[in-house]
């Protein structure tokens, strides 16, 4: 999840640095403490001010070539939130997700 450690050219201090989460380091990121997994890609637009994002969203843009709509969620038809393969994620407006759990 850490990529190689560099220094501040200022300060001096070693940069968190994080790798860019792809297909190939699938699980290179973390189960959050509602049993999500996390992913470091800061290059969505949903993706939170710390650059993280569910994997599962990540996942559905990559396969759609769009972003997920703010006003839609991401479920996972086998209720195993860990399973992100695409043949398992569903689009779905939150209050539709909401009905249905």
Known sequence: MTGA???????GKFLRTRTLW?????????????????VYYPISVNA???GYI??????????????VPFNKVIHHRDHNRLNDE???LEI???KDHDNMH
């Open 5 to 11: 450690k560099t220094r501040d050219k200022i300060t």
């Open 22 to 38: 792809s297909l190939d380091n699938w699980n290179d990121g973390y189960i959050d403490n509602r049993g999500r997994f996390r």
């Open 48 to 50: 939170y001010a710390s």
């Open 54 to 67: 569910l994997r599962s969203y990540v996942v559905w843009e990559m396969s759609n070539k769009k972003a």
């Open 86 to 88: 695409i043949e398992n």
């Open 92 to 94: 779905m407006t939150k």
